[in-house]
Nanobody
Framework: QVQLVESGGGLVQAGGSLRLSCTAS????????MGWFRQAPGKEREFVAA????????YYADSVKGRFTISRDNAKNTVYLPMNTLKPEDTAVYYC????????????WGQGTQVTVSS
């Protein structure tokens, strides 16, 4: 079992920055690809960013490319998502996910952290 705990959400003005963190329990963190997803009110959950087990490969939704950067520290069992130049449309609950295979179907989800961007 892997438990994921997100932190770092909050309220920020448009153009501002936040850094999300997700810390995993257990000793197998480095075996999992990690991803961030988000769900805005009334919308389906959508992919934001992903990183491979070693951190050597990263992937982004077009809507966040150039503004968000995913990284991981396997020694700290933590994945990060610094978010810059935030826009009101980035407002959502952000979820961390872990997958031993494809992030199309994660094995584990965090509880989510709210990000609100005011205009």
């Amino acid at each position: 079992q892997v438990q994921l705990v997100e932190s770092g959400g909050g309220l920020v003005q448009a153009g501002g920055s936040l850094r999300l963190s997700c810390t995993a329990s257990g000793r197998t963190f480095s075996r999992y690809a990690m991803g961030w997803f988000r769900q805005a009110p009334g919308k389906e959950r959508e992919f934001v960013a992903a990183i491979s087990q070693s951190g050597g490969s990263t992937y982004y939704a077009d809507s966040v490319k150039g503004r968000f950067t995913i990284s991981r520290d396997n020694a700290k069992n933590t994945v990060y998502l610094p978010m810059n130049t935030l826009k009101p449309e980035d407002t959502a609950v952000y979820y961390c996910a872990a997958s031993s295979g494809s992030l199309n179907s994660p094995d584990y989800w965090g509880q989510g952290t709210q990000v609100t961007v005011s205009s």
